[in-house]
């Protein structure tokens, strides 16, 4: 499996955004230290594993343990990352402000900007070219394209689907679960089959991509999580970020980040087939601008 985070492989380039992606992975006690380093990076990075374990109240063995469980050989290594993200972004831009009942509609607008800037930069930052690379050549080589997700992930799955067919590829997105695994007990070698889900733990995306890839079809993950669920039963796995507040449940904080991955592979497969891309969109544009022109003329 390819994953956008490798935890084993270089160390993360955005500790934040890697501690908010495995937050839910992780055991109570590393959670508790981990939320710690998303209200205050900072202090962290200022701090010595015996400050941090007093602030704390956990051990030194558990904060290294932490550490590694979050992708660095230790703590100083997670301390130092910290301290270079801290240097490259404000506490504000680190930590965005959670929306509050009373906030007015300027703060309201500046925070969910920030938000989903945030989201965007971290996706980015975690967005490797090799794996996206994969993921293009696998659905430029493929038969057909299945694209699962439900609820707000639902969107991004119709989303994805209508951009490939756009371009000329047999692309279906299924927002139901019966209609999912039903396409994916047909799936074989030579298809592409991609589940969406925010936390990575959706049945209804995880059940009919394990099952598309017991058929034999490339399978790809876009998730939050890179240690979920879903991702076992992903060929390559991407990451999307968001984080989550009181008025933004996780899937509606992602869904921006979720759509930059998208719109990454899309451009990458118009690439790649820029000849039949571009006669399909013309096709498309021809047939949608000549029934718009028709409705009008009424």
Do not use: W
């Amino acid at each position: 499996m390819s994953s956008l985070n490798e935890l084993d492989g270089p160390t993360p380039a955005n500790p934040v955004a890697t501690v908010r992606a495995i937050l839910p992975s992780l055991t109570p006690a590393a959670q508790a230290i981990a939320r710690y380093i998303l209200d205050d990076p900072a202090m962290v990075a200022r701090s010595t594993i015996t400050e941090f374990s007093a602030v704390s109240g956990t051990s030194e063995a558990t904060i290294v343990r932490t550490a590694r469980a979050l992708g660095f050989a230790g703590y100083s290594q997670l301390r130092f990352a910290l301290a270079a993200a801290v240097a490259r972004n404000t506490p504000e831009r680190l930590v965005p402000g959670d929306l509050a009942p009373d906030d007015p509609l300027t703060d309201v607008i500046a925070k969910v900007t920030r938000a989903e800037s945030q989201a965007l930069a971290d996706t980015a930052d975690g967005l490797s070219p090799e794996v996206l690379g994969s993921v293009v050549d696998a659905a430029v080589k493929s038969r057909r394209i299945d694209v699962y997700g439900v609820g707000a992930s639902g969107l991004i799955a119709l989303d994805m689907a209508q951009k490939l067919m756009r371009i000329g590829l047999s692309s279906h997105s299924y927002t139901d679960a019966h209609l999912a695994l039903t396409s994916a007990a047909l799936a074989k070698a030579g298809d592409l089959a991609v589940g969406v889900s925010c936390t990575g733990e959706t049945p209804d995306v995880i059940e009919p991509l394990s099952l598309a890839r017991k058929g034999g079809a490339t399978t790809v993950a876009i998730t939050n999580n890179p240690r979920s669920a879903l991702t076992e039963h992903a060929d390559h796995v991407l990451v999307s970020a968001g984080r989550e507040t009181a008025f933004r449940p996780g899937a509606l904080a992602s869904r921006i980040s979720q759509l930059l991955i998208v719109d990454c592979i899309f451009v990458g497969i118009a690439q790649r087939t820029f000849e039949n891309a571009d006669t399909a969109l013309r096709a498309t544009r021809e047939a949608l601008d000549g029934y718009l022109g028709r409705r009008r003329g009424r």
